[in-house]
């Protein structure tokens, strides 16, 4: 099992940027899809990005394409959201999530019972 931790969360005005990291621990880390959730006050946690083990392969929910780029830097089992042109709808509470899928779509419908999560970093978008 791969231990993820996220950090980079903060409160910014809109229109602003921020970047994500996620570090994993386990030797497995690479042969994850890893990606990205998020969970606004009182709405279901959403999928936001996903990326397959190479970084050759990324996939978007509608709302952030164009906005947020999902990267990852396997020799140190890091993985990345970069924020761009934030919303106030943007705010929630950002997830890092990981699992051995067979590509990244997949990753879109997993739940927190299945792979691995973090403890979620909280992002704040003022208008």
């Known amino acids: 099992q791969v231990q993820l931790a996220e950090s980079g969360g903060g409160e910014v005005q809109a229109g602003g940027s921020l970047r994500l990291s996620c570090v994993g621990s386990g030797r497995t880390f690479s042969e994850y899809v890893m990606g990205w959730f998020r969970q606004a006050p009182g709405k279901e946690r959403e999928f936001v990005a996903a990326i397959n083990w190479s970084g050759g392969n990324t996939y978007y929910t509608n709302s952030v394409k164009g906005r947020f780029t999902v990267s990852r830097d396997n020799a140190k089992n890091m993985v990345y959201l970069q924020m761009n042109s934030l919303k106030p709808e943007d705010t929630a509470v950002y997830y890092c999530?990981?699992?051995?899928?067979?590509?990244?779509?997949?990753?879109?419908?997993?739940?927190?019972?299945?792979?691995?999560w973090g403890q979620g970093t909280q992002v704040t978008v003022s208008s």
């Open positions: 999530a990981g699992a051995n899928v067979p590509g990244v779509t997949y990753l879109r419908a997993l739940t927190p019972d299945q792979g691995s």
